[in-house]
């Protein structure tokens, strides 16, 4: 995984202090990796326990495994264009954050009721989580309907969970049930690609697979596995502690 990509990744254990050395090893990477962890604690007026730490924070080793990873990146000629399913389940897999995936089965564990939303092919996996949940008698729903959707949530409050998928993170009636929720305090997961977007912005717990947008002959044929891998692991985690 790239630095940049776990800096996306782990950004919400980061503090103010971990956002200044980042801020440094994007901009002077050349220097960087011939630095020593004292050197650059020192040019950063810190210490080199704190840069340790930020190692670990982004699942490196230590700071010798940060800095070889990213001579790594710099050694690389170019990233290898990859468009295989294989290599997308592989990041996926590289993206499962279990702090995440605990945190938002905990939610779904306390919450009264679980609403799913997804639209186009996405609702598919909603109907196939709402199963997986109902294995264990977890009460949820899907709907299809914008209508639906917004006579459901005006019965939900916050001791609920919306769970929203959106590859994209930008799709309009997705977005509409994101501010919805958040109008009446109701706790959303997101599920998206991992890209910057609106939808995670708006989620009180962020799930990412990697599924970039594709297209042949005018339609979309992302692949939508990378979303099953990640909403199996989620539903193992919750069969499996709750």
């Known amino acids: 995984m790239q630095f940049k990509e776990r800096i996306h990744k782990f950004e919400y254990k980061l503090n ?26 020192a040019n950063l007026f810190t210490v080199p326990n704190t840069i340790t730490r930020l190692s670990k924070k982004l699942d490196y080793d230590g700071f010798s495994h940060l800095k070889n990873s990213i001579k790594e990146e710099l050694e690389s000629a170019k990233a290898p264009a990859q468009d295989s399913s294989y290599y997308n389940i592989q990041k996926t897999f590289e993206l499962i954050d279990m702090e995440r995936i605990e945190a938002a089965a905990k939610m779904i564990y306390d919450a009264k009721h679980v609403l799913l939303l997804g639209v186009g092919d996405t609702a598919d996996y909603c109907e196939i989580m709402v199963r997986n949940l109902r294995v264990v ?74 599924a970039p947008k594709k297209e042949k002959n005018g339609y979309n044929i992302t692949d939508r596995t990378p979303v099953m891998v990640v909403l199996q692991t989620l539903s193992q985690f919750y069969w499996d502690h709750f």
């Open 137 to 210: 008698g977890k009460p949820s729903e899907h709907y299809i309907h914008r209508h639906e959707m917004i006579h459901m949530l005006e019965q939900m409050n916050k001791q609920d969970v919306i769970f929203l998928i959106s590859l994209s993170g930008e799709t309009p009636q997705i977005l509409e049930m994101a501010e919805k929720a958040k109008q009446r305090e109701i706790p959303i997961i997101s599920l998206t690609h991992f890209t910057r977007n609106s939808l995670q912005e708006a989620a009180n717990v962020n799930l990412y697979c990697y």
């Open 16 to 41: 103010d202090t971990d956002d200044q050395i980042i801020e440094y090893i994007l901009n002077n990477k050349e220097d960087f990796v011939n630095q020593s962890i004292q050197s650059l604690a």
